[in-house]
């Protein structure tokens, strides 16, 4: 059976909806290829309704590119956490979508610095060897900007803009970290998934070496209850750096310091290009 089929199938089951008969399945799998799914009914992209507001947008003490500004945002929704592989494979299940990295046959990796890897891509997330054994609940990697937007648009959705994103990471009260000013490990909690503290390599003191599950430390939750939005992976958002030519990612992951998590720390990457610290959240109107 072709993968596309079988995922309808599958996705048919988990939905609830039975086949008895051949031509009402038939019809079904039929219109089913032309209209796109809604949530999956084992993962649901868990959306947050963010009110939306003003607040300074940066950090006076930050990098040149975090000068602060005065911004305001619409109400949105941004989802609660960074989206899986299960939810990552339901998508490829039902859309045939082809990742960049499938595409062009390798991903990045972070050993302490970034290497390009034959064979690396969202199943194989280190490399050929890799597997997404035990992994489901971990965030999917491996996806280009372009991934990232197929995956969001499958679901209605988008990216968010890094405004959104800043804004739903910290609110309005001027806070470094999603949680406030403590460091991530301050008096013993755990409030991220990230690495060392002094630059750059991946740690497991908080429990895990690489990905964590999504949704796993939640005493590092934003004002609006967004999990993850310091660490475990970076996240794409919509805006493009004008003076790069790239996309900006935002929040730092597993392999970084905790720096990099402040919530106005800025990145950016070409569009096309897959990494195994570098995630999807989706973003919808209200
Ligand atoms: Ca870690
Ligand atoms: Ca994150």
Redesign the pocket.
């Known amino acids: 059976m072709p993968a596309r089929s079988r995922g309808r199938k599958q996705h048919l089951r988990r939905t609830g909806i039975r086949l008895r008969h051949p031509i009402a399945a038939a019809l079904v799998v039929a219109a089913l290829a032309t209209a796109a799914f809604p949530c999956d009914a084992d993962a649901p992209l868990e959306m947050v309704a963010i009110p939306g507001g003003s607040f300074r947008m940066g950090d006076p003490d930050g990098q040149p590119d975090e000068t602060p500004r005065a911004v305001t945002v619409a109400p949105f929704r941004l989802m609660r956490f960074e989206v899986t592989n299960a939810q990552f494979a339901a998508f490829v299940a039902e859309t045939g979508h082809v990742t960049d990295p499938e595409r062009r046959g390798f991903g990045y990796v972070w050993p302490g610095r970034w290497i390009r890897v034959p064979g690396a891509d969202w199943r194989r997330r280190s490399g050929p060897a890799s597997n997404l054994v035990g992994l489901d609940d971990h965030p999917a990697v491996q996806v280009s900007w372009r991934d990232a937007r197929a995956f969001c648009r499958h679901h209605g959705l988008r990216l968010p803009r890094e405004e959104e994103w800043e804004f739903a990471a910290r609110g309005s009260d001027g806070r470094l970290f999603p949680w406030g000013a403590a460091a991530p490990d301050e008096g013993g909690t755990r409030r991220a ?3 060392t503290n002094e630059c750059c390599a ?3 003191s ?4 690489e990905t ?1 599950p999504v949704g796993s430390y939640p005493a590092g939750v934003s004002p609006f209850g967004l999990h993850d939005m310091a660490g475990n992976v970076w996240e794409w958002t919509a805006s493009l750096d004008a003076e790069s030519g790239k996309y900006v990612i935002r929040g730092g992951g ?1 392999g970084n310091n905790p720096y990099c998590l402040r919530v106005s720390y800025r990145h950016k990457n070409p569009p096309d290009i897959g990494l195994d610290m570098v995630g999807i959240r989706c973003a919808g109107d209200p």
């Open positions: 998934n990230y690495g991946a740690d497991m908080d429990g895990f070496h964590a597993w």
